[in-house]
C-alpha cells in the first residue's frame, strides 16, 4: 500500500509541475503581443508615464490618427496597407503557379540528379535577404525597377517559389499516381488530368502552401527596406521604421501599426492551420 | 515521331529555374564579381577597377568582422540549441494535454505569424529601459533598478536572443508534436511492459523516432537563419558601439550607410556561405534519418 | 471487332528487360488473364496496353489498329485499378460520369448512362456519397462502374480484387464474371492469384521473368502443364513432383521407389533423370477415393499430419523421402503414423525433364 500511496504523490506533484510549466509557456508566448494589442489603444501620456500606469484607459486616438494619412507628418498606413496586399497577393499568386509546377515535377517524374536539383533549389532559398538585397539593389537600379511593386514581386517570387516546391511536392506525392492514370484512362490529357483531378484533391495543400507564401511576403524586411523608397511601393514592415524618429519613437502608432500588420496573418494561419502542419512534415519526411 | 523535345519535368520546372536565375543567380554572380573590386556606390567608375582578393583580405584581417563572424556563430549555436530544446519540451507537455489541445496548439503558432520586425519592435518596446513592461514590472515589485537591457552588451544579447527565441521555438514545438502525434503507439507499450523507465523509453524510442521531425524543423529553420537580421536591425542597430554587431548587420552598414559595396558583397559571400553550409548540414542529417526509419519515398 | 494483338512486345527500364517480346492473340469478347508471381512482368504488360507504359520494341494492337504511340484516351479502354483510384473529391455519381463529362456528352446521355451501370451494379443507393464513405467491396463496384460507363472496346482490370477480404473475393469474383456475360466485351485481367484465373479466365496467359509460359484454357493448364512452374503454380495443394530415374517402364523414385511409366509419357531414354509429378487428387486412400478408371499404382504410406476440410481431407505422407499431399473423400479421422493403402492414378501422372523442367508427353 505504501508504494502505491508514495506513486500516486509523485503523480499529483508531476501533474502539478506539468500545469505549471505550461501555463507559463504560454503566457510567454501570449503576453508580448497582448501587450502590443493593449498599448495601441493606451493614450501616449500613459504609455510614457513614470512611474506606471497599471489601470488602462481606452483611446482609439492612434488608429485614428493612423488612418487619417499623410496629413502632419503622419504616416501613410493606407498606402503602406495597399502596397503589402499588392505585393503579397501577386507574388504568392505567381510563386504558387510556379511552384506548383515545379513540385509536381519532382512529385511525379523520375530524371537523373533528382535530389539535386532540389537541394539546390533550397538552397537558393537560404541566401540570406540582406545579402541578395546588395546586388539585387544594384541590378534592380540599372534595370529600373527599384522602387517600384513590379521589383519587389519579382524578388518575393524567387525568394518563394523554392519552398513551395518543398510544400507542393509534399502534397502531390500524398496523391496515388493511378488517379490521374484512371483520369487519363478515362479521356483526360495530362493537363486536364492534373487541373480535374489532382489539383482538387490537393488544393487544402496548395492553399496552405500559399498561406505560406503570402506570410513571408507580408513579413518580409531585408529586402523590402533597400528595394523600396516611397510611399508609392513601401511595405507595411517598412512603413513601422517611419514611426522612429532620431531619438523619439511613437509606440502608440506603431503599436497601431503592428496590430494591423498581425491581423491578417492571424485570420490567414486560423483558416488553415491544419493542412498547415501536415504539409510541412509530410513534405519533409516522405521527401 | 520521334520529335526531340524537352523533357516534361524539365519543362515544368523551367520558370522556377528562370526565376530564380533572373532574380538570385545573376544578381549574386555580380556581387561575386563585384566583391573583387572596390565597388563604391558613390562612384560607379570603381565597378571597374579588379583589385583581385583586396577586400577578402581586408575582412579577413578585420576584427571587427571576426568579432562579428564570431559573435553570429555563437548566437546561432546558442538560440539554435535553446529553440530545440524548448520546442521538444512544449511538445511532450502538449502531447500529454487531456483538454484544449487544439486552442493550445494555434496559440503556439501565433509567434510563427509574426513579422521578424514585429518581432524586434515588440521586444524592444518591452524591454525599453524607460517605458519599457520588464521594468516597469520589476519597479512595480519594489526593484528601484532600471537595468539597460538593450544598451548593456549582454543584456543586449540576452534580449535579441531572447526575441529570437521566442519567434522561432513554435517551428520546433509544432513539427515535434506532430510527430508525436504521429508516433505508433505499439512500442512504446511494449517498451513499458519490458519495464521501460519512463526516461528509457523516451530515450531509445520516443526520441529516435523524432529525430527526422526534429531535422525537418532545422533544415526549415536554417533556410531562414538570417531573419535574425530584422530583429537586431530594429532592436539595436547592431549598436550601441557595435556590441550586438552580427554578420548581416555588419554587411548592411557596410553597404548601405558607408557605401563600400565591393566591400560589403564579400561579406554578404562569406554568410552566404554560412547559410548554405548549416542547410546542407541538416538536409544530410534529414536523409540519413529517413533512411534509417525507412521513410524515404 | 476489338482484339487484342500482341507482336513481340518488349519493356525495357534502362539495362533492365521486364518484359521480353511477347505474342499474345485476344480474340473479340475474350475473358484473357494474365497471372504469375509478382515481378513477372504481368502488370507491366497490362500497363502498356492501356498506355500507361512506353512500349520500348514490338507492336501493341486493338481492335487491328496500331497504338504504339497513342496516350490511353485514344485507345478506347477502361481499367480498374488495384486500389480502385476513385476520384476522393467527386460523388459516386460523378465519378461514373467523369469520362463521358470529359468526352463533353450531352447532360441526358450521362445521366441515363450512369444509371445504367449504376442498376448493373447495385449502386443506386450509393450515388451520392464520396468514396471515403464507401466499403471496400462498394469502391470495387463504383471501380467497375467507371469502367462500364463508357462501353470501351476493351476492360482491363489490374489485381482489383487483392484489397479485398477473402469472402468478398470470392463474391466479387461472381460479380465480374456476370458482369462479362453481360457486357460481352473483351477483359484483359492481372492477378498473382490462381484461384481467380482458374475460376475466371477463358484463357490463361501464365508468366514468368518476363516470358510467357503457357497459354491456354483453365484446364488445359491444370490438365497438361508445359512444366513444373505451371505444374506447381496452377492448382491448389501444388502439383507433387518427387526426382526419378527412368529405368526400363517404370521410374525409380529417389533410388527407393518404383512407380510404372504413365501411358502419356512420351520418348524417354533409359537413364534419364526426370521429376515425376502428380497431384494430390490423384493420389488417394482405397476406400476413399473417387471411383476412378484406367491404370493405378498402389502403395502403402503412412500419414504425418491430416488437415480436415470437410468433405475432404489433405494427408500429408512421405514418398521416397519427400512429403507429398493425398486426398481423402468421405474422410474419417486418422492418426498422425496411421499406414493406409494409397490408389495412385497413373492416367493423370506427369513427367517431367529433370533438367529443362519441361512436360514429356506422347
Not at chain 2, 162 to 188: C, K
Amino acid at each position: 500500500m505504501d508504494r502505491n500511496q508514495s506513486h500516486r504523490n509523485r503523480r499529483r506533484v508531476l501533474k502539478t509541475l506539468h500545469f505549471t510549466a505550461l501555463f507559463l509557456t504560454m503566457m510567454i508566448i501570449c503576453i508580448p503581443g497582448l501587450w502590443i494589442v493593449l498599448n495601441s489603444f493606451r493614450p501616449t501620456v500613459e504609455i510614457m508615464a513614470k512611474p506606471p500606469v497599471w489601470v488602462p484607459s481606452f483611446t482609439l486616438d492612434h488608429y485614428r490618427a493612423m488612418f487619417a494619412g499623410a496629413g502632419e507628418g503622419g504616416v501613410p498606413v493606407f498606402s503602406y496597407f495597399r502596397n503589402s496586399l499588392i505585393v503579397s497577393v501577386t507574388s504568392t499568386l505567381i510563386a504558387i503557379l510556379i511552384g506548383m509546377s515545379g513540385g509536381y515535377a519532382f512529385a511525379r517524374y523520375r530524371f537523373k540528379g533528382k535530389n539535386g536539383y532540389f537541394v539546390g533549389l533550397m538552397l537558393f532559398r537560404a541566401v540570406p535577404g540582406v545579402a541578395l538585397s546588395l546586388p539585387l539593389f544594384i541590378v534592380f537600379a540599372k534595370v529600373g525597377i527599384i522602387d517600384t511593386h513590379f521589383g519587389l514581386i519579382l524578388a518575393y517570387v524567387a525568394m518563394n517559389v523554392p519552398f513551395t516546391i518543398w510544400l507542393t511536392d509534399g502534397f502531390f506525392r500524398q496523391i496515388p499516381k493511378e488517379l490521374h492514370e484512371a483520369a487519363e484512362i478515362d479521356g483526360c490529357t495530362r493537363w486536364q488530368a492534373f487541373w480535374q483531378v489532382e489539383f482538387p484533391v490537393a488544393r487544402s495543400g496548395v492553399a496552405s502552401a500559399a498561406i505560406f507564401a503570402f506570410l513571408t511576403s507580408w513579413n518580409e524586411f531585408a529586402l523590402a527596406s533597400q528595394l523600396t523608397r516611397s510611399v508609392g511601393s513601401k511595405t507595411m514592415p517598412v512603413g513601422l521604421l517611419d514611426f522612429t524618429a532620431e531619438f523619439t519613437i511613437n509606440w502608440g502608432g506603431m503599436c497601431a501599426l503592428a496590430v494591423l500588420m498581425i491581423v491578417p496573418a492571424l485570420i490567414l494561419t486560423f483558416i488553415v492551420q491544419k493542412h498547415l502542419i501536415a504539409g510541412l512534415t509530410f513534405g519533409g519526411v516522405k521527401g | 515521331m520521334t520529335r526531340r523535345r524537352l523533357p516534361e519535368w524539365f519543362v515544368l520546372l523551367l520558370p522556377a529555374i528562370i526565376v530564380i536565375a533572373a532574380v538570385v543567380l545573376i544578381p549574386l554572380l555580380f556581387s561575386l564579381y563585384s566583391s573583387f573590386t572596390p565597388y563604391k556606390l558613390t562612384r560607379p567608375s570603381t565597378l571597374w577597377k579588379w583589385v583581385g582578393t583586396y577586400n577578402y583580405e581586408k575582412i579577413l584581417s578585420d576584427a571587427k568582422f571576426w568579432a562579428a563572424f564570431g559573435r553570429t556563430v555563437l548566437f546561432l549555436t546558442i538560440v539554435l540549441n535553446l529553440e530545440l530544446l524548448f520546442g521538444l519540451g512544449i511538445a511532450l507537455m502538449m502531447n500529454k494535454v487531456t483538454w484544449g489541445q487544439r486552442t493550445l496548439r494555434t496559440i503556439l503558432m501565433f509567434p510563427m505569424m509574426f513579422s521578424p520586425i514585429l518581432v524586434g519592435f515588440q521586444f524592444k518596446f518591452i524591454f525599453n529601459d524607460n517605458i519599457g513592461l520588464v521594468n516597469n514590472v520589476l519597479q512595480s515589485m519594489g526593484f528601484n533598478v532600471a537595468l539597460p537591457w538593450l544598451v548593456d552588451a549582454k543584456l543586449a544579447m540576452f534580449s535579441i536572443m531572447f526575441a529570437e527565441i521566442w519567434m522561432s521555438t513554435s517551428v520546433f514545438a509544432i513539427l515535434i508534436l506532430a510527430g508525436l502525434f504521429a508516433m505508433p503507439r505499439d512500442p512504446l507499450e511494449a517498451a513499458k511492459v519490458d519495464g521501460c523507465t519512463p526516461w528509457q523509453s523516451f530515450r531509445h524510442i520516443t526520441l529516435p523516432f523524432l529525430m527526422p521531425f526534429i531535422y525537418i524543423a532545422m533544415t526549415i529553420r536554417s533556410l531562414d537563419v538570417a531573419r535574425a537580421y530584422d530583429i537586431v536591425q530594429i532592436m539595436t542597430g547592431g549598436g550601441p558601439a557595435r556590441r550586438t554587431e552580427l554578420l548581416w548587420t555588419l554587411m548592411s552598414r557596410t553597404g548601405y550607410v558607408d557605401a563600400r559595396m565591393g566591400l560589403a558583397n564579400a561579406m554578404g559571400y562569406v554568410s552566404i556561405l554560412l547559410s548554405i553550409l548549416f542547410t546542407i548540414y541538416f538536409f544530410r542529417k534529414l536523409s540519413a534519418a529517413r533512411a534509417e526509419l525507412g521513410m524515404a519515398g | 471487332m476489338t482484339e487484342v494483338t500482341l507482336s513481340k512486345v518488349v519493356k525495357k527500364y534502362g539495362a533492365l528487360q521486364a518484359v521480353h517480346g511477347i505474342d499474345l492473340d485476344i480474340k473479340d469478347g475474350e475473358f484473357v488473364v494474365l497471372v504469375g508471381p509478382s515481378g513477372c512482368g504481368k502488370s507491366t504488360t497490362l500497363r502498356m496496353i492501356a498506355g500507361l507504359e512506353d512500349i520500348s520494341g514490338g507492336e501493341v494492337a486493338i481492335g487491328g489498329r496500331v497504338v504504339n504511340d497513342l496516350p490511353p484516351r485514344e485507345r478506347n479502354i477502361s481499367m480498374v485499378f488495384q486500389n480502385y483510384a476513385l476520384y476522393p473529391h467527386m460523388t459516386v455519381r460523378e465519378n461514373l460520369g467523369f469520362s463521358l463529362k470529359i468526352a463533353k456528352r450531352p447532360e441526358q446521355e450521362i445521366v441515363k448512362a450512369v444509371d445504367e451501370a449504376a442498376g448493373i451494379l447495385g449502386l443506386d443507393e450509393l450515388m451520392d456519397r464520396k468514396p471515403a464513405a464507401l466499403s471496400g467491396g462498394q469502391r470495387q463496384r463504383v471501380a467497375m462502374g467507371r469502367a462500364i460507363v463508357r462501353h470501351p472496346d476493351v476492360f482491363l482490370f489490374d489485381e482489383p480484387l487483392s484489397n479485398l477480404d477473402a469472402k468478398l473475393r470470392t463474391q466479387m469474383r461472381v460479380e465480374i464474371k456476370k458482369l462479362h456475360q453481360k457486357v460481352e466485351s473483351t477483359i484483359i485481367y492481372v492477378t498473382h492469384d490462381q484461384v481467380e484465373a482458374m475460376t475466371l479466365a477463358d484463357r490463361i496467359v501464365l508468366m514468368r521473368d518476363g516470358h510467357i509460359v503457357q497459354v491456354g484454357t483453365p484446364l488445359e493448364l491444370f490438365n497438361k502443364p508445359v512444366d513444373t512452374f505451371v505444374a506447381t503454380f496452377i492448382g491448389s495443394p501444388p502439383m507433387n513432383l518427387v526426382d526419378g530415374v527412368v529405368q526400363g517402364d517404370s521410374i525409380v523414385l529417389n533410388g527407393s521407389v518404383s512407380v510404372p511409366l504413365p501411358v502419356s509419357a512420351g520418348k524417354l531414354t533409359n537413364g534419364q533423370a526426370v521429376k515425376f509429378g502428380f497431384r494430390a487428387d490423384n493420389l488417394m486412400p482405397i476406400g476413399h477415393a473417387v471411383e476412378e478408371e484406367g491404370a493405378a499404382h498402389e502403395v502403402d504410406l503412412s500419414v504425418t499430419l491430416t488437415e480436415p476440410l470437410g468433405t475432404e481431407t489433405l494427408l500429408y505422407t512421405n514418398m521416397a523421402g519427400v512429403e507429398v499431399q493425398a486426398k481423402m473423400f468421405n474422410p474419417r479421422p486418422v492418426a498422425p503414423g496411421e499406414q493406409l493403402h494409397f490408389r495412385l492414378t497413373l492416367d493423370k501422372c506427369h513427367v517431367f525433364d529433370a533438367k529443362s523442367g519441361q512436360a514429356v508427353r506422347g
